[in-house]
């Protein structure tokens, strides 16, 4: 984006933190001025509509620049587990070791939401960001994940890891978990887990920032995302990037 925004200098800074939170107030406490703004994720939709404390924000007033990809959820098994389908899962009668990332990130509150309304054999354990679970899987510590199939397609393309569904996606080689459940809470919420996949790795700026500022910087992003160069570079880590304005 630096580079189709002449004569600017950009800083990344990473915050960690709540699942986002920390990063989402800063950007929306921050001066309209196109200066600041920042990706994060998809979570903060759920603790908005659910009332949790520690968001100052409103989504609804944090104007959209873009999102550079979707992102389908997928549950994931280590291929020590006995389990191969979605159906052993859910008859599996002890608890499972299941990988989430922290509190309020997107990854726990679709693991909690799915896990609850489809009767799941669950013991929740929280604090696995990105590819954290990966080495747990390896060691059998850690038995299923639910999360982003970009953050998973590593450890399975390694053979460490198995997926029995997955949720959206253009995928073809894991089943539709939507086509697995007939519970209608079950497909409900499974439909509202999908629609944060379609909206992930959204970017957004500051609040009451000018229009024809956040035009600027969308203008940026689209071209950023279709450059050449990155296109090339995205492609060698087996994974996809595409502009689209989010609004």
């Known amino acids: 984006m630096q580079g189709y925004l002449h004569g600017s200098t950009f800083v990344v800074r990473n915050m960690p933190g709540a699942g986002h939170l920390i990063g989402a107030n800063a950007i929306s406490a921050s001066k309209p001025d196109g200066v600041t703004f920042g990706t994060f994720n998809t ?8 009332g949790q404390d520690g ?3 409103d989504l609804n007033k944090i104007p959209g620049i873009a999102k ?5 959820r997928v549950s994931a098994i280590t291929t020590q587990s006995p389990i191969k389908t979605w159906k052993d899962l859910i008859d599996h009668k002890s608890p499972l070791n299941f990988a989430t990332a922290g509190v309020s990130s997107a990854s726990y509150v679709e693991t909690v939401m799915l896990t609850g309304a489809l009767k799941l054999p669950i013991k929740l354990l929280t ?8 080495l747990p899987m390896r060691i059998d510590e850690i038995v299923v994940s639910i999360a982003s199939r ?13 997926y029995i569904a997955q949720i959206d996606g253009k995928d073809t ?5 939507s086509s ?11 439909a509202l887990v999908q629609s944060q996949g379609d909206i992930a790795r959204l970017t957004a700026g500051a609040p009451s920032s000018p229009a024809d500022l956040t035009a600027a910087l969308t203008g940026a992003c689209r071209k950023a995302m279709e450059d050449k160069e990155l296109q090339e570079r995205v492609e060698k880590t087996g994974t996809s990037c595409r502009a689209a304005l989010w609004r």
Do not use: W
Request: charged content about 20%; proline content about 6%.
């Open 43 to 50: 979570g903060l939709i759920y603790n908005q509509i659910s």
């Open 55 to 57: 968001g100052k924000f």
């Open 68 to 72: 550079a990809a979707s992102d389908p």
């Open 127 to 134: 604090g696995y960001n990105g590819t954290d679970n990966q």
């Open 150 to 162: 970009s953050s998973h397609d590593q450890c399975v393309k390694n053979a460490f890891g198995r």
């Open 173 to 177: 080689d894991v089943p539709q978990l």
């Open 180 to 190: 697995l459940v007939t519970d209608p809470k079950g497909k409900d919420l499974i």
